[in-house]
């Protein structure tokens, strides 16, 4: 497959299609606030569309790849020629999707993904059919296969294929009703009739129901109720599309991903990207007990943030991970004994929750009264944050792992190990260092950017076993000292 | 704790911070003057002068005076040949360690300030983080640049 080859036609109308959702914005502004002249418009909109759809065709007609001597060789641009070769090696994963225009004629979007590739996907096909799409994967995973085991035999077997996870409907259900979608879809919500508010004239429609509103409070509130409810109905029927027949399989040392039901997504990574793994248990999902299990890879770019924290079982009893993943992660050891900080601990924790919450909540108690006394709901929800934060805190260093659990709000687990952690920081502040006591921050990759975790006072004894743990030059004869 | 990173960083480094100090607290001294200049124009009570001037005189105490020195002599840093070890804050103690083969690349900067005092600053930066040693003597910087670039190269694992 050395000879350049072209993408599907179809390509030429998905890029008019995008275009033109881009100029949607400067388009209707030109429209709304433009001149009068109805003709002027007329000519400059239909010339826009024109040059568009050519720009369009012309950005297929040069677009070619091929696959030649390790590389993915693309060429393209209109005006300027650009050539974009990328290394198979350097390939961290490719990230197939299945978009409206793409199913009819059986076609797939490929996203090459490169480490650290900045802003974009360092490489976008649009279309190409299915089965091009299998060659190249098998032409990269064999390449990538063979430059990994250079050494070893290669072995001419099939590739076996293990079905790690499924979701089952149950689980879905559960998944969509529980995520923090609601709030995406209300804040929205809210956006959208913000940003047309001097579009619509909303106090010409509202004026009639001036005498509705203050018929009573009751209706607002069943109003309010109703939206909230369809904004967390529309999320729910969005993450069931997005998740629907979410599977993850391993196929040799990688791990391949698919869901969706309108759009297909399939997602590949091989199991030596994986960088560290987060168990995520957010505030409804936990008490039931359950969790999610996220993978960061080393792959992805900036604005493909999901191919960077790759989500690995959606939603899962917290007890059953170590049972599902064991097999095929063997590396990790999901073991949820984990130590937890001093007592003394805890006061920091209630000091740190309360710092900038008290004296605003007593501001508002002196100025505001009688109504500023809420505030002392917001005072007890710092306090028991603060206290749950305290709890739920914890590390663990076992041979090359470093386990830490800390809650922001949702509680995070991250397992990372040694040789994947890229830097380790131990903080004190003056406060910390009169109790001895310290913080630990661990770093490991992400995408283009960085993750891990940080877990604040624990007693500086243990902080130091971590840090002395990872450190590469001492690290031989403490290692013996355990 | 354990055994501490030894290096400091050049003496002149704080001579630098100093100026820069100095150059924050001109914006605190700009805000004063105005605050200064509109209350004689519009007769405003006498003591917001006398404010004004307190925190400016405050300001300037802290930044040029307070914060470098503790910076200064809070920051070490040690090259080894494994990892490198930084440690540094003025009211928050932070000890870093970066192993040699987590290093990707290796820049040094000089401004005009550091330029004039000839020094230069170092950043390592790692696959997910970027550190800084600041102002170094520019040999010395030269030297370490190369040192860990040298040392770096090892790297073969992935990411």
């Known amino acids: ?482 | 704790m354990i055994m501490e990173p030894q290096k400091r960083i050049s003496s002149k480094g704080l001579i630098v911070w100093r100026i820069y100090g100095a150059i924050h607290s001109f914006f605190v001294l700009l805000v004063a003057g105005g605050a200064i200049a509109l209350t004689i124009i519009f007769d405003w009570p006498i003591w917001i002068i006398g404010v004004a001037l307190l925190v400016f005189a405050l300001c300037a105490y802290v930044f040029i005076v307070l914060i470098p020195t503790i910076r200064w002599k809070r920051w070490r840093y040690e090259v080894r040949e494994n990892e490198i070890e930084l440690q540094h804050g003025v009211f928050v103690m932070k000890r870093t360690l970066v192993p040699m083969i987590r290093v990707q690349h290796v820049d040094t900067q000089q401004g005009p300030i550091l330029r004039k005092y000839q020094l230069a600053t170092i950043t390592v930066s790692t696959a997910a983080t970027v550190h800084e040693i600041p102002a170094l003597e520019v040999d010395e910087a030269e030297e370490l640049r190369f040192f860990i670039s040298k040392l770096a190269r090892v790297a073969d694992e992935d990411v």
């Open chain 1, 1 to 482: 497959m050395s000879e350049p080859r072209r993408l599907h036609p179809i390509s030429a109308v998905i890029n008019c299609l995008k275009q033109l959702k881009d100029l949607l914005i400067p388009f209707l502004v030109f429209v709304v606030f433009g001149s009068k002249n109805g003709l002027f418009q007329l000519i400059v909109s239909v010339g826009i569309i024109v040059i568009v759809l050519i720009a369009g065709i012309l950005t297929w007609l040069r677009f070619t790849y091929r696959l030649e001597e390790g590389e993915l060789r693309i060429e393209y641009g209109v005006f300027v020629r650009k050539k974009r070769y990328i290394p198979f090696e350097r390939i961290q994963s490719l990230d197939l999707s299945e978009g409206i225009l793409q199913r009819p004629f059986n076609l797939v979007k490929v996203k090459v993904e490169t480490a650290g590739s900045g802003g974009e996907a360092e490489a976008v096909l649009t279309a190409i059919s299915k089965a091009e799409a299998d060659s190249i994967q098998q032409v990269l995973t064999s390449a990538q296969q063979a430059s990994f085991n250079e050494n070893e035999e290669f072995n001419q077997e099939k590739p076996k294929e293990e079905i790690v996870y499924k979701i089952t409907f149950k689980q879905l259900l559960l998944l969509s009703s529980t995520s923090g979608g609601v709030g995406v879809v209300i804040s929205a919500v809210f956006a959208f009739i913000f940003q047309f508010e001097e579009v619509i004239p909303y106090e010409k429609i509202f004026s009639g129901l001036e005498d509705v509103i203050s018929s009573g409070v009751m209706m607002i509130s069943f109003l309010v109720l109703i939206g909230f409810f369809i904004a967390w109905a529309v999320a729910l029927i969005g993450m069931m599309l997005k998740y629907s027949d979410f599977t993850v399989k391993k196929v040799d040392e990688d791990l391949i991903i698919t869901r969706g039901l309108l759009e297909k997504r399939q997602l590949t990574i091989p199991l030596y990207r994986i960088q560290a793994i987060r168990i995520s248990e957010n505030l409804v999902r936990q008490p039931l007990g359950l969790g999610t299990v996220y993978m960061e890879s080393a792959g992805g770019s900036l604005e493909n943030a999901e191919s960077a924290r790759v989500m690995l079982l959606p939603i899962v009893k917290s007890k059953e991970i170590m049972g599902i993943l064991s097999p095929y992660i063997p590396d990790y050891c999901f073991d949820p004994v984990i130590k937890p900080l001093p007592n003394r601990a805890l006061r920091r924790y209630l000091f740190r929750g309360l710092v900038v919450i008290l004296p605003l909540a007593v501001l508002a108690m002196i100025f505001f009264s009688p109504w500023g006394y809420l505030s002392i709901l917001f005072i007890l929800l710092a306090i028991v944050l603060s206290y749950f934060k305290y709890r739920d805190a914890g590390w663990k260093v076992d041979d090359q792992q470093l386990s830490l659990r800390y809650r922001s709000i949702i509680r995070n687990t991250v397992y990372m190990k040694r040789n994947r952690i890229q830097t380790v920081s131990v903080r004190e502040s003056y406060f910390q260092n009169k109790k001895d006591l310290a913080s630990i921050e661990a770093t490991a990759m992400s995408g283009t950017g960085g993750t891990g975790g940080l877990v604040a006072d624990l007693e500086k004894k243990d902080a130091c076993v971590i840090y002395q743990w990872y450190s590469y030059t001492k690290s031989e004869e403490f290692l013996k000292e355990i």
